[in-house]
């Protein structure tokens, strides 16, 4: 679905309402008018578990507010940051150990862990 097609058609005129756009749009194709190519469409699978996590009320009306002013919601920031972090640690434990193995060690030495993150 790679190839591109390109329809160009006629101009679309200027209308003085919504009912008259609609009645014209009721009557016409829009592939006659304007400029259309063939594009393809993936679709993300849906997400198949749940992970419930506590928190305070006060932690939760930051999050949705952080949420809202990037538009979306608390549980798709979160899941952001938790696939963030995921990223970097399984980075971080490929240049030593095997992921998993890397992983519970930094995770049995925080401070040592962190000090390590931080770093550039």
Do not use: C, N
């Amino acid at each position: 679905m790679d190839k591109k097609i390109t329809l160009k058609g006629k101009k679309i005129p200027k209308f003085k309402s919504y009912e008259e756009e609609a009645d014209f749009w009721d009557t016409h194709s829009p592939l006659d008018y304007g400029t259309w190519k063939e594009v393809k469409l993936e679709f993300a699978k849906p997400l198949e578990h749940i992970l419930g996590v506590r928190m305070d009320g006060k932690t939760l009306t930051q999050l949705t507010k952080l949420g809202s002013e990037m538009g979306i919601g608390p549980s798709t920031l979160v899941r952001m940051w938790i696939m963030e972090k995921l990223k970097l640690l399984l980075r971080k434990s490929k240049q030593s150990e095997t992921s998993s193995q890397a992983i519970l060690h930094q995770v049995k030495k925080p401070k040592k862990f962190w000090k390590k993150l931080k770093k550039p």
